[in-house]
């Protein structure tokens, strides 16, 4: 039997808070912690919530930052980000963390990677750094530039981007600057990289570690992000709060969104398209409001915000199919993945993780922004019953590589083999 480990997982992103990545987290750290492993989480602080928290034998530690160190720095306590370099408090936090549960193995995703890097110093910890977004090398974390797919960072182009995106110099500036400095430094840190899709890995390969490419000794790793609930699992869509969401759906089949009302994914294209077709099936948007979210939605659209994780996979069992049109290249798509693991097809975009996890038989794949042509693939789904049931059929067959049991083994793995590299 294999020694079992310690690891402690470092994450911009943890509940109670709702997202793909927030999820990702407790679940590896929950999967990990039932293997037998001793787990640590450090995560950044929220107002309201404790500083040292335990839970499903995960013990969380909710590190403070320097503008929430004083109370007199903290404006809003709602959801904190992380900053795109180290921060001098974190980076304490971290070493005190570090030195008292002496981690096999660190396991770093998002910004907090940078000051994790920093914290270890002259330690010799093996660290796993997860790619689920492209903030290792974008200021904006989207890989885009004017709405479009960007070809690669540069610094005068990297801060006029990041300027408009943050709405002013002073973080566009302080975001690129950040992120330029601290690429190096995580790139010789690291002994391994993980990613979340094919298309993740390369553009990660290429603009984090410069023309050379990553090094010889580098373990890496493309690991599919993963669903708590496997495809064959029932879900009890009387359970109160979960009935409660259900309640408000449609009672014929609809056309299903799930994720951020952002621009970026897409919304006013799905908007576009929508309002093309004849007689469509209802529109059900679930996810939450942000700051760059579209005006102008559809008036007879169902909206519903802040969805339990239960909720939305329930209500997956009673669509149609879902959309996911992303203007950004999505680098995974979680809630493709919840759709896949319903049965149920989705239309995506051709750039970005949705090529792996979509392909050719488990939904349809549009350009990004082409207006015409998810209206074309929606009235295909919607007038077509039996190529729906085909895709939904095989959708549902792939979705049994993103299920727990089949990816955490794998992460087990890539832990023992940065470990052993290390």
């Known amino acids: 039997m294999a020694p079992l480990m310690r690891i402690l997982i470092a994450t911009d992103h943890y509940p109670p808070f709702i997202g793909g990545a ?16 001793d787990v640590a989480v450090a995560t950044t602080w929220h107002g309201g919530l404790p500083g040292l928290d335990w839970e499903e034998h995960v013990t969380v530690h909710r590190l403070r930052q320097v503008r929430t160190a004083f ?26 963390l570090i030195a008292g549960f002496e981690p096999d193995v660190i396991h770093a995703y998002g910004w907090l990677a940078f000051s994790v890097a920093v914290a270890l110093g002259r330690r010799r910890t093996p660290m796993l750094v997860s790619a689920r977004d492209y903030g290792y090398f974008c200021a904006n974390r989207t890989l885009l530039r004017k709405g479009e797919p960007c070809d690669g960072p540069a610094p005068l182009k990297c801060a006029t981007c990041a300027t408009e995106y943050y709405g002013g110099a002073p973080k566009g500036l302080a975001a690129t600057a950040g992120v330029y400095a601290c690429r190096p430094l995580l790139a010789r840190k690291m002994t391994g990289l993980h990613s979340v899709s094919t298309f993740v890995h390369e553009v990660t390969t290429r603009y984090l570690f410069g023309p050379g490419g990553a090094p010889a000794d580098l373990i890496q790793v493309t690991i599919p992000s993963f669903q708590e609930v496997a495809p064959e699992e029932a879900i009890d869509s009387s359970e109160g709060e979960v009935g409660a969401y259900l309640a408000r759906l449609p009672e014929e089949p609809f056309i299903l969104y799930v994720g951020a009302f952002r621009k970026v994914k897409g919304l006013e294209t799905l908007f576009g398209a929508y309002e093309r077709l004849q007689s469509p099936p209802p529109l059900v948007l679930m996810g939450t409001y942000e700051r760059d979210s579209p005006d102008g939605f559809p008036p007879d659209a169902v909206v519903l915000t802040d969805v339990p994780n239960k909720a939305v996979m329930a209500a997956w069992d009673r669509a149609m199919f879902g959309v996911m049109p992303s203007l950004w290249p999505e680098p995974f798509g979680a809630t493709v993945a919840e759709a896949m693991n319903r049965g149920k097809p989705v239309i995506g975009t051709t750039l970005g993780g949705h090529v792996d996890m979509i392909g050719d038989n488990a939904g349809l794949l549009v350009p990004q922004g082409d207006v015409g042509a998810l209206e074309a693939a929606m009235r295909e789904l919607i007038e077509d019953p039996e190529q729906r049931d085909r895709f939904g059929q095989a959708a549902s067959e792939k979705a049994r590589s993103f299920a727990a049991g089949a990816v955490i083994p794998r992460f087990e793995q890539a832990y023992r083999d940065v470990l052993a590299a290390g």
């Open 22 to 37: 927030h999820r990702q987290a407790r679940l590896l750290a929950a999967g990990m912690a039932e293997r037998g492993h």
């Open 71 to 96: 109370r007199s720095l903290i404006r809003d306590e709602a959801q904190r980000h992380q900053p795109p370099f180290p921060d001098p408090i974190t980076v304490a936090g971290l070493r005190r």
